[in-house]
């Protein structure tokens, strides 16, 4: 049988956790969502996750420590972060610690919210 693939989501944004969450499971991943730094230390215990996404930095930790504790825990995990907010220095920082990619979020909630669409 194979291998379900695991994605980890931290973000205390409801809106970037459903989105992500919901494209995750439609290609077949297995998603787990934290929203502070003791649930993500839970979630991580001694799964491995094939991608986790930052949506923030978890509270009292740069996107450096963030990301270090990630890596720390499941080294195979590439590392996503989405912001609106993160500075070029916290990037660069983040990218050192081993972050894979950097994607700017510049919206606030669902896309078709934002451009006044209905469904």
Do not use: C, H
């Amino acid at each position: 049988m194979p291998q379900v693939k695991q994605a980890l989501i931290v973000t205390d944004d409801r809106a970037l956790q459903q989105e992500l969450s919901a494209v995750l499971k439609g290609i077949g991943y297995r998603v787990t969502s934290s929203r502070d730094a003791s649930k993500t230390q839970e979630a991580l215990g001694n799964r491995q996750y094939e991608v986790a996404f930052i949506g923030a930095p978890l509270p009292e930790m740069s996107w450096r420590s963030t990301v270090t504790t990630l890596k720390s825990k499941s080294r195979t995990t590439r590392v996503v972060m989405v912001t609106r907010q993160a500075d070029e220095a916290e990037v660069r920082s983040a990218l050192a610690a081993g972050a894979y990619i950097v994607l700017d979020r510049p919206v606030s909630g669902p896309v078709e919210a934002e451009a006044g669409l209905a469904r």
